[in-house]
T-cell receptor, first 109, second 115 residues
């Protein structure tokens, strides 16, 4: 069965901390891995990863994929309270996405 | 403004009633999707459509129905056969569903509560 597992399920940090969110996947016909941020309602797209070892960066966020180990991480440096959200990882197989349960991140001021 | 709209934002229904959730996009995307989100769980795919007048069941299609008569619109009906319909429903669209780099973009969601 295709599945995506995220860890930790929840995390509380202080502003300025660096966090690493984990995503492992087991899917047939893997095509890409996506990260989304969900604050109140609509998940917003962060990154799409298709190749191993190539880091994608956007400001304080970065992500990398390891296709051999079937694993991806999302790093957030110098966290701010606005980073508080649910972070969703999804693996694309064929023409569908399978999502993990998400990591709830809370950044305290 | 380009984007995906869902209505209503909140919906209450009594047990035994069918209810239809609206999803419209003006992004000229071919593919559209419906997901359900429950607390502590990831998004689960209900139905998806790759092209007008065609749609496929996702992982949890039982108790739901859809139509795709127009490219811009993909309404979801939650029928009385759905045993546990209270959830947050998200609609998404992508340029197509065949490319490995297609990104799905989400609407703001509808929170359905069955009383």
């Amino acid at each position: 069965e295709d599945k995506v597992v995220q860890s930790p399920l929840s995390l509380v940090v202080h502003e300025g901390d660096t966090v690493t969110l984990n995503c492992s996947y087991e899917v047939t016909n893997f095509r890409s891995l996506l990260w989304y941020k969900q604050e109140k309602k609509a998940p917003t797209f962060l990154f799409m990863l298709t190749s191993s070892g190539i880091e994608k960066k956007s400001g304080r966020l970065s992500s990398i994929l390891d296709k051999k180990e079937l694993f991806s991480i999302l790093n957030i440096t110098a966290t701010q309270t606005g980073d508080s959200a649910i972070y969703l990882c999804a693996s694309r197989y064929g023409n569908k996405l399978v999502f993990g349960a998400g990591t709830i991140l809370r950044v305290k001021s | 403004d380009g984007g995906i709209t869902q209505s209503p934002k909140y919906l209450f229904r009594k047990e035994g009633q069918n209810v239809t959730l609206s999803c419209e996009q003006n992004l000229n995307h071919d593919a559209m999707y419906w997901y359900r989100q429950d607390p502590g769980q990831g998004l689960r795919l209900i139905y998806y459509s790759q092209i007008v007048n065609d749609f496929q069941k996702g992982d949890i299609a039982e108790g739901y129905s859809v139509s795709r008569e127009k490219k811009e619109s993909f309404p979801l009906t939650v029928t009385s056969a759905q045993k546990n319909p209270t959830a947050f429903y998200l609609c998404a669209s992508s340029i197509s569903s065949g490319g490995s780099t297609d990104t799905q973009y989400f609407g703001p969601g509808t929170r359905l509560t069955v009383l």
